[in-house]
């Protein structure tokens, strides 16, 4: 009888042990987004990524429909190229859909907005996107500010 | 002047022959691990010992440093109005250190302080040697069963001391500031990696935590001086040398799993 009590509580420790590694890995983590990297992917070329990171979001209107995968240089033009991995849902996207590097609120990570065109045909594994709009690097804006300033032309008033 | 030098000698020769001694234990007590496989139920009076028996200590705490974890990020993140990253900062908190460092270091005090006063007075009632004299060999029999549930109960203890945590974070945060709870999941789902924040530090920094907390344990206890003053001696070296190993390897690990390569 003492055994078996015994046996009672460590099958109530080691159960409640895997209780709270399953609330870990389906809650807290991003296991339930592991089938992501399945959709099919596009590639995009910017002049400058600014703090865009590997997995960061691909929204459309709002809505996450993809992530970022990858995050390379094409040594021949000098642009990044960002490859992104596009949920098989959202697989009737324009060819000539745009997309622009944006941040969420003003401390926010960096994100991948698309835009969508107007063309019959649709994105599929291995487009490349030709509209791009690169990441607003601060420094550049402050720095375009200060020579339209010095230059006398002040915007009016 | 030499007999300083003698000293210093003697102290580092000491030192050494000691952690020979301690690694040659771990090697006799991984040794006797197999045993097990022909004698599990002395494996789960142990797992209840130190695992179940570790469960209020583990659960009260974990509750307590959430919430004061939701507490305190609340009010540095609100400033920034950026209260949605709550969830972000008490789950990869709890998850990286606070879980297996705190669990650990919960596990020496409660656990390990206990397995060194329990074997050092075997030693010290002279119940090893006796089983020595019937040709019964301790190693297998005592030490092996509680040197393994100890490895085993140290990840539970962990894995359910980070669920509560962030449970208690999520309770403050969302149920009394007001944090929004949607945003609250998925900022922490966003950030949170399965394979490189859980399995790295809940699971291995544990596993790793809980074999240095019960091999300092079950050493000291075994090498204590038979005597009461032996062993409560070493039981207060076996709480100190565990948290000061647990917080060395914690830097490591941390340094190996997280750090910028």
């Known amino acids: 009888m003492r055994q078996k009590n015994l046996e009672l509580m460590v099958g109530v420790f080691v159960a409640l042990g895997l209780a709270a590694f399953l ?20 590639m995009a070329h910017f002049e400058n990524i600014g703090g865009l990171k590997v997995r960061a979001p691909v929204t459309l209107g709002g809505v996450r429909i993809g992530r970022v995968i990858s995050i390379d240089l094409d ?31 003003l401390l926010g990570e960096q994100y991948v907005g698309l835009e969508p065109g107007g063309m019959d045909s649709y994105l599929s594994n291995g487009s490349v996107l030709k509209l791009t709009q690169s990441a607003l690097v601060l420094e550049k804006l402050i720095g375009r500010v200060l020579t339209n300033t010095a230059s006398g032309d002040t915007p009016p008033k | 002047m030499i007999a300083i030098l003698t000293g210093l000698g003697r102290w580092v020769l000491g030192k050494l022959a000691r952690l020979g001694r301690a690694n040659l234990f771990l090697l006799s007590l991984l040794g006797a691990l197999t045993f097990l496989f022909k004698r599990p139920s002395l494996l789960i009076r142990q797992l209840y010992a130190v695992g179940v028996l570790s469960l209020p200590i583990i659960l009260v705490s974990g509750l307590f440093v959430g919430m004061v974890l939701g507490l305190q990020g609340y009010a540095n993140l609100v400033d920034f109005g950026a209260t949605a990253s709550l969830g972000t900062v008490v789950a990869l908190s709890l998850i990286r250190e606070l879980g297996p460092v705190l669990t650990a270091l919960l596990y020496a005090g409660r656990a390990g302080s206990a397995l060194t006063a329990e074997i050092g007075l075997m030693k010290a009632t002279e119940q090893l040697a006796s089983m020595q004299m019937m040709a019964v060999d301790p190693f297998p029999r005592v030490l092996a069963p509680r040197f393994l549930a100890g490895c085993l109960a140290v990840p539970i203890l962990t894995g359910i001391f980070t669920a509560v945590g962030i449970l208690g974070g999520y309770f403050v945060a969302v149920m009394q500031l007001g944090v929004d709870g949607g945003a609250f999941w998925a900022q922490m789902q966003a950030k949170v990696l399965l394979f490189e924040d859980i399995v790295n530090g809940v699971i291995i920094k544990s596993f790793v935590f809980g074999v240095l907390a019960n091999w300092i344990a079950l050493f000291e206890g075994y090498e204590a001086l038979p005597t009461s003053e032996g062993v409560s001696l070493a039981t207060t070296r076996t709480v100190v040398i565990t948290s000061l190993a647990i917080l060395g390897w914690d830097f490591l690990l941390t340094a190996l799993m997280f750090g910028v390569w």
């Open chain 1, 23 to 42: 609330l870990l890995a389906l809650k807290v983590s991003d296991l339930t987004r592991i089938g992501e990297n399945d959709g099919y992917r596009i």
């Open chain 1, 75 to 105: 040594s021949q033009s000098y642009e990044a190229v960002v490859t992104m991995s596009i949920d098989p849902r959202y697989d009737r996207l324009p060819t000539d859909s745009s997309a622009s590097i944006l941040t969420s609120g």
